[in-house]
């Protein structure tokens, strides 16, 4: 399984080599201005802020000790209990029998490993909860035109069965409604999604015996203004009442980076490994919506909770220590704008996927495997912390360079720097030598003597697709750190036996931290 999926990345990257010429960083020293004692406008890190998220037909796929063991090396690096967004498209088309002795039955659409797809569950699909005790959950509610309120009621019900309140997180009602018109060939608009989720909470909330802010809404595919007050956004179903009985803890979107087919290094720079893009994409929707809520609905949670690079990119893009990098600029950069959580989104066939949990998509996408992007979260929750701080972003003016603040929430000192470098370079593909930026970053006080700086890197660059997918010669390690299935059943190693964690001293009331091109790191002090 690992040669073939090898053969296949060198053919990939031989054949974009030819075509590709990526400029090395023009920038070799850069000032980082951040304050030293917290700003005003620093927001609270949410200490749950790392998601994960599965499409809901393959519960039963992530559930074994290899994904569990995964999600651990994240959660113990935080305070709170992580929560798995369960839900998606195969959601909203799901039945139950009772009878049925398979887990699942794919019965039409995109079967039987996709998320388009109608699934029969039975009841041992349920026992897929069972093993995630460390984690919470947020569950779906089906939701489409056609409202079935018995098999909805029924659905979460059974859920509910396998995850203690205590472990609830929220009941999403539906999935991507903006998509409901094209996918269900019907008029759809915000008066009729309104209509449906207000007679789906009601039958819930009645026969499932449900108190206080449970319900998260919306799950739009799309970020988007809401001038055409038909339209399914945020702003216009609350508008028109769809939190009318205050009982939503959340208001959720999804976000897939680049939608179309990608395949060269530069267009990975350009749609992917691009700050100015991120913020381009965001600013669609995201900060009013978050000011929206925040004036309106302060209880309301703003949470990406299906988030991935894109769809149909090969792994090169999508798989890779570049895709990280990405994705950890965009958590952060969501973190600070006000964002609550980020569900980082998978299904076994699917090229954005953290970790592929089992063989069921191979040879087409093999498994079970570390992805690139897993890498991510790690690195997410050690900004964050056991004690999470007030966030800022520290702008660089720059489409490729970022820097995200994090102050100490008892003494109010800088104590951490994420700086992120998504200059892209990679191995074989770039013809230039790998570059760098020199970053000068201020010591808090004039007591700090040094800094700690740990790094996520590859020595393949952007394009480094891992261990287990791509063998030794594309390893990525956070801090010197890996996770690989092949090795210990992702229960995550030290590469040379030891954390590699790097001590610079305080010059001139500043550390100097040199970062690669495709790196990311963490300065702590
Ligand atoms: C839950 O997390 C703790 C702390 O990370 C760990 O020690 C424990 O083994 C985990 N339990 C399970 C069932 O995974
Ligand atoms: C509602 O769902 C049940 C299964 O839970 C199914 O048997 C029934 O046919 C569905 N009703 C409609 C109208 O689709
Ligand atoms: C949604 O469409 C219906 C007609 O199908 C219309 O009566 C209603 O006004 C529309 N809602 C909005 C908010 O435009
Ligand atoms: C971001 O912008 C690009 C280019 O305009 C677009 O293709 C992509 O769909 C956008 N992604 C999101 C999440 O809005
Ligand atoms: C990054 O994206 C912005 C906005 O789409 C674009 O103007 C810029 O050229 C891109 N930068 C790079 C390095 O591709
Ligand atoms: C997923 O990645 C593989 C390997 O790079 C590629 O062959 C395949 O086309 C990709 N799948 C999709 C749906 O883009
Ligand atoms: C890559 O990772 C493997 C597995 O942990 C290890 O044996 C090998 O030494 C690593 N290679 C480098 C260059 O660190």
């Known amino acids: 399984m690992k040669l073939t999926g090898l053969a296949h990345g060198l053919a990939s990257l031989a054949m974009v080599a030819a075509t590709q010429c990526v400029a090395a960083a023009a920038a070799t020293s850069v000032n980082v201005p951040a304050a030293t004692t917290k700003p005003a406008n620093a927001v609270a890190a949410p200490g749950d802020f790392v998601g994960f998220g599965f499409e809901m037909a393959f519960l039963n796929d992530y559930a074994n000790d290899f994904s569990v063991n995964l999600m651990n090396a994240v959660g113990s690096r935080v305070s709170l209990p992580l929560t798995v967004r369960l839900g998606g498209t195969s959601n909203d088309l799901l039945t139950y029998d009772a009878s049925q002795t398979a887990v699942k039955v ?26 995630f005790t460390n984690f919470s959950f947020s569950v779906q509610a089906p ?46 608009n915000v008066s009729d999604y309104v209509a449906g989720v207000t007679t789906m909470r009601s039958s819930l909330t009645e026969e499932l015996g449900l ?21 399914i956004t945020i702003q216009n179903a609350f508008n028109l009442g769809v939190n009318a009985p205050r009982t939503a803890t959340a208001a959720a979107v999804h976000w897939y980076q680049v939608w179309d087919k990608i395949t060269t290094l530069d267009d990975m720079q350009a749609y992917l490994m691009n700050h100015s893009a991120t913020v381009g994409n965001f600013s669609a929707g995201s900060p009013q919506d978050i000011a929206y809520l925040a004036a309106n609905y302060p209880k309301v949670k703003y949470v990406f909770s299906e988030t991935g690079t894109g769809l149909v990119s090969p792994l090169q893009i999508q798989g890779s220590l570049g895709a990280a990098l990405f994705y950890a600029d ?11 959580r980020v569900d ?73 720097v994420a700086l992120i470098n998504l200059q892209a370079w990679a ?16 010591a808090p006080s004039a007591a700090t003597v040094s800094a ?74």
Request: proline share 6%; glycine share 8%; hydrophobic share 40%.
């Open 106 to 131: 794919c019965v039409s659409g995109d079967c039987p490993i996709g998320s388009a797809a109608s699934y029969i569950l039975g009841p041992s699909f349920f026992d897929g909860f069972d093993i």
């Open 143 to 188: 939701l489409s035109p056609t409202l079935n309120i018995s098999n909805a009621v029924n659905y979460v019900r059974l859920c509910l069965d396998h995850v203690p309140t205590d472990r609830l997180t929220a009941i999403a009602i539906g999935n991507e409604p903006d998509l409901y018109a094209g996918q269900f060939k019907v008029t759809y």
């Open 211 to 231: 108190t206080g802010q449970i319900f998260e809404l919306m799950d739009i595919a799309y970020l988007a203004d809401s001038t055409n007050t038909a339209k």
């Open 330 to 340: 965009f958590q952060l950069y969501a973190m600070t704008q006000g964002a609550k």
């Open 344 to 416: 980082g989104t998978m299904r076994p066939a699917a090229n954005h996927s953290l970790w592929v949990p089992d063989a069921s998509a191979a040879p087409a996408n093999p498994g079970p495997q570390v992805r690139a992007p897993f890498y991510t979260l790690p690195f997410v929750a050690d900004f964050i912390g056991q004690t999470p701080g007030n966030v800022i972003e520290v702008a660089l003016n720059s489409d490729v360079l970022t820097a995200y603040a994090s102050y100490s929430p008892s003494t109010g000192l800088l104590s951490k």
């Open 427 to 442: 191995e074989g593909v770039s013809t230039g030598a790998r570059g760098s930026v020199t970053f000068s970053v201020p």
């Open 452 to 525: 700690t700086v740990r790094r996520l890197t590859a020595a393949a660059g952007c394009q480094a697709l891992g261990y287990d997918y791509a063998g030794p010669a594309q390893n990525i390690t956070w801090a010197g750190e890996q996770w690989s299935y092949a090795i210990d059943n992702g229960k995550g190693h030290m590469v040379a036996g030891v954390s590699a964690t790097e001590t610079v001293a305080v010059v001139n009331g500043a550390v100097q931290v040199t970062v690669l091109d495709s790196e990311a790191v963490i300065v702590s002090f």
